[in-house]
Nanobody, 123 residues
Framework: QVQLVESGGGLVQAGGSLRLSCAAS????????MGWFRQAPGKEREFVAA????????AFADSVKGRFTISKDNAKNTVYLQMNSLKPEDTAVYYC????????????????WGQGTQVTVSS
């Protein structure tokens, strides 16, 4: 079993930046692909960003390209989401996810999920 814990969420003004972290614990061996999703009130959970185990391959939703970056620190079992130029429409609960798939997953089919961290962008 793998446990994922997100942190770094909070309230920020439009145009500001925020860095989310997701720490993995438990039986993390064999867990390779990681990603970030978000869900706003009244909306379905949507893909934000994903990264392969080595970090050589990444993918981003069109709505965040050029503003968000995803990175990993395998030594610390942690994945990060750097969010810049935040907009009110970025307001959502952000979830990290992990899977044993050796590649980049952009779908909602990850095996492990965190509890989420709230990001609120005010105007």
């Amino acid at each position: 079993q793998v446990q994922l814990v997100e942190s770094g969420g909070g309230l920020v003004q439009a145009g500001g930046s925020l860095r989310l972290s997701c720490a993995a614990s438990g039986r993390t061996f064999g867990t390779y692909a990681m990603g970030w999703f978000r869900q706003a009130p009244g909306k379905e959970r949507e893909f934000v960003a994903a990264i392969s185990w080595r970090g050589g391959s990444t993918a981003f939703a069109d709505s965040v390209k050029g503003r968000f970056t995803i990175s990993k620190d395998n030594a610390k079992n942690t994945v990060y989401l750097q969010m810049n130029s935040l907009k009110p429409e970025d307001t959502a609960v952000y979830y990290c996810a992990a899977d044993r798939f050796r590649g980049v997953l952009t779908t909602d089919e990850y095996d492990y999920w965190g509890q989420g961290t709230q990001v609120t962008v005010s105007s």
